[in-house]
């Protein structure tokens, strides 16, 4: 196990930018778990940084940007993917990753999102869905869940979450993984297998703000929203329960709910929780916990060689 | 009875639009202007303000719906800041050209990049040319009353109107502020009645494809309804005072009478301008403030009026149109054009992207003003290890002028 700490400080103090720390991150935020699994999928990938670029938009998810030591460019609220889809065209030889934020990528910037899935441009595009916009204080965002309590929604948001699995599927992008900042094995394997995608490759990251949306929601501490983010205990994070029960999938039989749908295919709380669900063009492709094996395996070869 | 409370900028503009009455509130969260649209979710929550509150995906469809909700008949209100503005522009023209009376309050910042949430008002004048009213509010209390005063207005010429006010040396600073009895705004603004309304039974087009034989007439009109708004603003400043206790004018001088120097201000950094020039009195120099209320309408007979005959005129610009000069130095150069004893214009350049504007940076202005022979363009004030000057000097290059002479 020391082994495996010491290659990781290292991995860290190569990848990023060490004269930016600390973060402005609130402690416990979920953000650093991703920054550091993204950074753990690039150097699995051996990717030489000099030939990544980072492209993010504005938001909390939006200072990564300023850590990440490779190209990195810190964009307008929303436009991430539009100024990614320059950058590839002018570089396609170039790996290029977006962080967006839930607002950042499906509000303001929804359409950019859209049709660069729909284009299949070539780039990783991680959206950190933590419910709010966290940076201007704890607003309403596209995910805030039916209930949720925000600055803007005081008596709890009555407007139906976006389902993003649901957006990149009708775009048609050929990756998406869902994963969560509890799954940190799976998280750093979704991105490190979004990174093999030779084409559009979307991750959403269930995150925790704790701080301005977990303290209007009953779950002021960090734990209380990370360990939320398992199957086992969902049942305890009303936001995620909110978020699974009302998020909505248009079919051609028409609009339902998450719960109709579970309630009439069976299907199983964890399959629509934040271990989630990764499918690519040539089918869905199950689940976690296979790949926390695949990575303990991985992470056991690293050190040996 | 009027309440006295203790508010930021942000919140006094929020009650502003309550006291407005407003009907429909559309908005996006940017800082730092977020405080006004989540004081305003909280009272229409309560049910305090009557009002329907949406948090929409963007600026650009705040002010779409804000555009919507004016065409069918509803008071409309938002707010923004910098980037918000920006990404608001295309429907700023529509909500013109529809004339439409939407107000909203913009707490100005500096454009990116770099990223900066601070104190720049390059992003409000970047719209002096959409043809909105422009008000630029200076302390809490206006915050609140420039609200209502504009949307007196604006609903009697049918323009949209915007309030600027200054990021955190106003949005955020707490003041005193007098909360008016409703029932006195509502005796001085009377409810909105829109000039076309959206009605099933006596349908319209809206929005329609005009050739070259109308659009310059519904320009016209746009263009005379903005003269006729100068002096409605005028009028309406001084009925605030009758009716709720303020005068409001849309310029204003501060020791003005036997001034050999003037220096002028707009926005909130005009209060440590108005101490600079008190405490210059008091070292004998002969100076006072003219402040600019209002851009648009641009109140020229005023300015030309109280600037006539002056030694020297500094204008104070915290923002900068590169290529040219400081906005406001443009615009009091432009309104004294001709004038026989127009005094000599010294564009100051200071408090970019936030940097601090204390009494002291004006203390420095002023003696620089004194001791300065020639007029410039633009003096920067502040830049890190160089004094107040114009650009560094570089090599002159004499610039090829393409000329076609008439033989």
């Known amino acids: ?97 977006t962080v967006m934020g839930d607002g950042d990528a499906m509000s303001i910037g929804g359409n950019h999102l859209v049709h660069a899935m729909r284009r299949n441009i070539g780039m990783v595009a991680i959206v950190v869905n933590n419910n709010v916009y966290g940076l201007t204080g704890g607003q309403s965002s596209p995910t805030t869940p039916v209930g949720g309590v925000s ?60 701080v301005i949306y977990g303290r209007m929601n009953g779950m002021p501490e960090a734990s209380d929203m990370i360990a939320a983010m398992d199957g086992d205990t969902w049942r ?70 | 009875m009027p309440e006295r409370l203790l508010l930021t900028g942000n919140h006094a503009a929020a009650y502003g639009a309550m006291l407005s009455r407003v009907e429909v509130i559309s908005a996006y969260p940017i800082t730092p202007q977020t405080m006004i649209v989540e004081l305003l979710s909280e009272l229409t929550a309560s049910g305090e303000l009557p009002a329907k509150f949406i948090t929409v995906e963007s600026e650009h469809s705040a002010m779409a ?49 770099g990223w900066s949430i601070w104190s720049d008002q390059t992003d409000i004048l970047s719209q002096r040319d959409v043809g909105w009213m422009m008000l630029f509010a200076e302390s809490v209390q206006e915050a609140q009353d420039f609200v209502i005063w504009m949307y007196r207005v604006a609903e009697q010429v049918y323009l949209p109107g915007m309030v600027g006010m200054d990021a955190f040396i106003l949005s955020h600073t707490a003041e005193p502020l007098i909360v008016h009895d409703r029932d006195r705004v509502d005796a001085y603004l009377p409810p909105f009645e829109p000039l076309y309304d959206l009605d099933p039974a006596d349908p319209r087009a809206y929005g329609g494809l005009v050739n070259r034989d109308h659009y310059f007439e519904l320009r016209y009109k746009v263009y005379e309804a903005m003269e006729r708004a100068g002096r409605l603003l005028a009028e309406a400043g001084e009925e605030f005072a009758d009716a709720l206790g303020r005068r409001y004018a849309p310029v204003e001088g501060y020791m003005l009478d036997d001034a050999e120097y003037v220096v002028m201000s707009a926005g909130a950094m005009t209060s440590n301008v108005r101490q600079a020039v008190k405490d210059a009195r008091e070292r004998g120099m002969k100076v006072g403030l003219l402040r600019l209320v209002a851009l648009r309408p641009f109140p020229f007979a005023e300015v030309r009026r109280l600037l006539a005959g002056r ?41 970019i992207g936030g940097r601090d504007v204390r009494v002291e940076t004006v203390t420095e202005t002023l003696d620089d003003l004194v001791r300065r022979d020639e007029p410039d363009l633009a003096l920067y004030v502040g830049v890190k290890g160089l004094p107040i000057g114009p650009v560094r000097a570089f090599e002159q290059i004499p610039v090829p002028v393409k000329v076609e002479v008439a033989r």
Request: with cysteine; net charge positive.
């Open chain 1, 151 to 210: 600055t803007t929604t005081t008596a709890g948001s009555f407007e139906r979450p976006m389902d993003l699995e649901a957006l990149a599927r009708t775009a048609g992008a050929p990756f998406f993984a869902r994963a969560t900042v509890n799954h940190t094995a799976s998280l750093t394997m979704s991105i490190e297998k979004a990174l093999t995608v030779d084409g559009f490759a979307l991750v959403e990251v269930i995150s925790n703000c704790h």
């Open chain 2, 65 to 113: 719906a804000c555009v919507g909700a004016s065409a069918a008949g509803a008071r409309a209100y938002t707010a923004t800041s910098g980037q918000g503005l920006a990404l608001m522009h295309e429907m700023l023209h529509w909500a013109v050209g529809a004339r439409l009376p939407i107000v909203l309050t913009n707490v100005s910042r500096a454009m990116a990049p």
């Open chain 1, 1 to 97: 196990m020391s082994n495996a700490t010491v290659q990781i400080s290292i991995t860290l103090r190569d990848y990023l930018r060490a004269d930016r720390l600390p973060t402005t991150w609130c402690a416990g935020c979920g953000l650093g778990i991703i920054m550091n699994a993204i950074v753990q999928a690039v150097a699995y990938r051996r990717l030489d940084m000099d030939k990544v670029s980072m492209v993010s938009g504005i938001g909390c998810t939006g200072r990564m940007s300023g850590y990440v030591d490779c190209n990195t460019v810190h964009t307008t609220h929303g436009r991430a993917p539009a100024f990614a889809t320059g950058i590839k065209l002018a570089r396609p030889e170039m790996t290029v990753i």
């Open chain 1, 236 to 305: 305890t994070n009303p936001a995620l329960l909110k978020r699974a029960d009302q998020s909505i999938r248009v079919t051609a039989a028409g609009v339902e709910t998450a719960q109709e749908l579970r309630r009439r295919e069976g299907v199983s709380q964890d399959e629509r929780s934040g271990r989630g669900v990764i499918w690519t063009s040539s089918g869905s492709i199950d689940l976690s916990h296979r790949y926390q094996r695949e990575m303990t395996a991985r992470q056991h070869d690293e050190v040996a060689t």
């Open chain 2, 311 to 351: 030694h020297k005129v500094a204008v104070l610009d915290r923002n900068l149109s590169p290529g040219h000069s400081g906005i406001f130095a443009q615009e009091i150069r432009s309104a004294l054009s001709g004038m026989p004893d127009a005094p000599p214009v010294y564009g100051y350049v200071m408090g």
